[in-house]
């Protein structure tokens, strides 16, 4: 399973302009252990997280100091034997 968290939009007023590129994808190869939780960082692994997160518009979006993010889940490509 892994998680890929996609920069959706820069806000206009965001504290760290231009750190991210908007269409970024993070790719983690993890389920994610939490959903997004307002005013704490979306902790997407232990090396990678986003911002504080300020709003929760969907079951698979947020909005965070500097950004909008989306994130799913998909299967590996990777075969276990």
Not at 3 to 14: G, H, Q, S
Not at 33 to 51: D, H, L, N, Y
Not at 56 to 61: E, G, L, Q, V
Request: glycine share 2%.
């Amino acid at each position: 399973m892994k998680l890929i968290i996609t920069k959706i939009a820069e806000l206009a007023d965001a504290v760290h302009p231009h750190n991210i590129p908007v269409g970024h994808e993070q790719i983690v190869h993890t389920a994610i252990k939490q959903s997004p939780v307002i005013g704490c960082r979306f902790p997407a692994s232990s090396w990678w997280s986003t911002s504080i997160v300020t709003e929760i518009i969907s079951d698979n979006k947020f909005k965070t100091l500097n950004s909008v993010y989306e994130f799913k889940h998909e299967d590996d490509d990777i075969d276990t034997v």
